[in-house]
């Protein structure tokens, strides 16, 4: 069974940046699409990044594009998130999951434990 740990998160000043790691144990990592997604309090979860197996295909929505970089080693079993220019609106737990499927549009599961941004004013 794949397990997933997130590390990484902190608090930083808007503007500033992060690297977020998920680390995934077990076998099967790099037939895995990988995701990131986050949810602040009393919002829904969002998927903020996507990569398929391959790394070759990416996906960000609008309110991240350009900031937000996803990222994988297969070799090290991890994938990254770098962040930059952060908003306060970009605070929230943030969490990876894997998709078995591979392209980054199937079911996620499983999940990390979350990591927590936080980006103040």
């Known amino acids: 069974q794949v397990q997933l740990v997130e590390s990484g998160g902190g608090l930083v000043q808007a503007g500033g940046s992060l690297r977020l790691s998920c680390a995934a144990s077990?076998?099967?990592?790099?037939?895995?699409?990988m995701g990131w997604f986050r949810q602040a309090p009393g919002k829904e979860r969002e998927f903020v990044s996507g990569i398929d197996w391959s790394g070759g295909n990416t996906y960000y929505p609008d309110s991240v594009k350009g900031r937000f970089t996803i990222s994988r080693d297969n070799s090290k079993n991890t994938v990254y998130l770098q962040m930059i220019s952060l908003k306060p609106e970009d605070t929230a737990v943030y969490y990876c999951a894997a998709d078995k499927g591979g392209t980054m549009w199937g079911l996620y599961d499983p999940w990390g434990q979350g990591t927590q941004v936080t980006v103040s004013s």
């Open positions: 077990g076998r099967g990592f790099s037939t895995y699409a």
